[in-house]
């Protein structure tokens, strides 16, 4: 596992990022000679995993969401879209009047 500094990392990321991805080797960045973060290969396949082992509130969410959705304290995609037009239209028309009524004074 290669080791560098985020300024030196910086400098050239497109072409580090292409031989993580081309090697497989995580690249630990250090800031004061710290490790800081990694640059680790991934992939689609490996994505899903990844997510799962390091986004903990990710799957808590999705918990939370299949509870909703087994009470049935859910909407269809479409509902929420047609809601969401609807209060835009009501709040574009509110500034609308707004507008209105100060231009009018």
Do not use: W, Y
Request: with cysteine.
């Amino acid at each position: 596992m290669s080791m560098m500094g985020i300024r030196a990392f910086s400098r050239k990321v497109s072409s580090f990022v292409e031989h993580v991805e081309s090697t497989g080797e995580p690249l630990v960045l250090t800031r004061h000679g710290r490790p800081a973060v990694a640059v680790i290969p991934l992939n689609a396949d490996g994505f899903e995993d990844f997510v799962l082992a390091h986004v903990p509130e990710f799957t808590v969410g999705m918990r939370a969401a299949d509870v909703e959705l087994a009470r049935g304290q859910t909407k269809p995609l479409n509902e929420v879209l047609e809601e969401i037009d609807r209060d835009e239209a009501a709040d574009s028309g509110a500034v609308r009047k707004a507008e209105r009524e100060t231009t009018a004074c």
